[in-house]
C-alpha cells in the first residue's frame, strides 16, 4: 500500500502560477496528475512513467510535470492558469510497468485526497 499526499493548492489570479506537490509513502513506477472541477467527471492532466511525459491537450504549453525520484514526490508547475484549471487536483500512482506514461484512470492504484486550485478572472 502506498499513501499519497498532495500540497500546494491554493487561489489565484488568472495568469498566476502554482506548483503542485504529491509526496509518496514508497516507489512507485508511474504517476500522474488527475483534476475534477464540479459538475464535470475526473480527466486526466499530465503523467510521467518510463522517462515520458503525457498532458492533456488543454495544459500542454503551460503545466509541466516532474518528479524526484530520491524524494518520491510528484510535481506540477502549472503557468497561465485560467478560471478553467479551476478544479480538486489528485495526484495517482502504480507500480505496473507501462511503456509510456498514461493518463488512463484504471492504470492507477493508489490515490491521494486532492489539493484545490482555484483560479479567478
Known amino acids: 500500500q502506498v499513501h499519497l499526499v498532495e500540497s500546494g493548492g491554493g487561489s489565484v489570479q488568472a495568469g498566476g502560477s502554482l506548483r503542485l506537490s504529491c509526496t509518496a509513502s514508497?516507489?512507485?513506477?508511474?504517476m500522474a496528475w488527475f483534476r475534477q472541477a464540479p459538475g464535470k467527471e475526473r480527466e486526466g492532466v499530465a503523467g510521467i512513467a518510463s522517462g515520458s511525459t503525457r498532458y492533456a491537450d488543454s495544459v500542454k504549453e503551460r503545466f509541466t510535470i516532474s518528479r524526484d525520484h530520491a524524494k518520491n514526490t510528484l510535481y506540477l508547475q502549472m503557468n497561465s492558469l485560467t478560471p478553467e484549471d479551476t478544479a480538486m487536483y489528485y495526484c495517482?500512482?502504480?507500480?505496473?510497468?507501462?511503456?509510456?506514461?498514461?493518463?488512463?484512470?484504471?492504470?492507477?492504484?493508489?490515490w491521494g485526497q486532492g489539493t484545490q486550485v482555484t483560479v479567478s478572472s
Open positions: 514508497g516507489y512507485t513506477y508511474k
Open positions: 495517482a500512482a502504480d507500480h505496473g510497468w507501462v511503456p509510456v506514461a498514461t493518463l488512463s484512470q484504471s492504470s492507477f492504484r493508489y
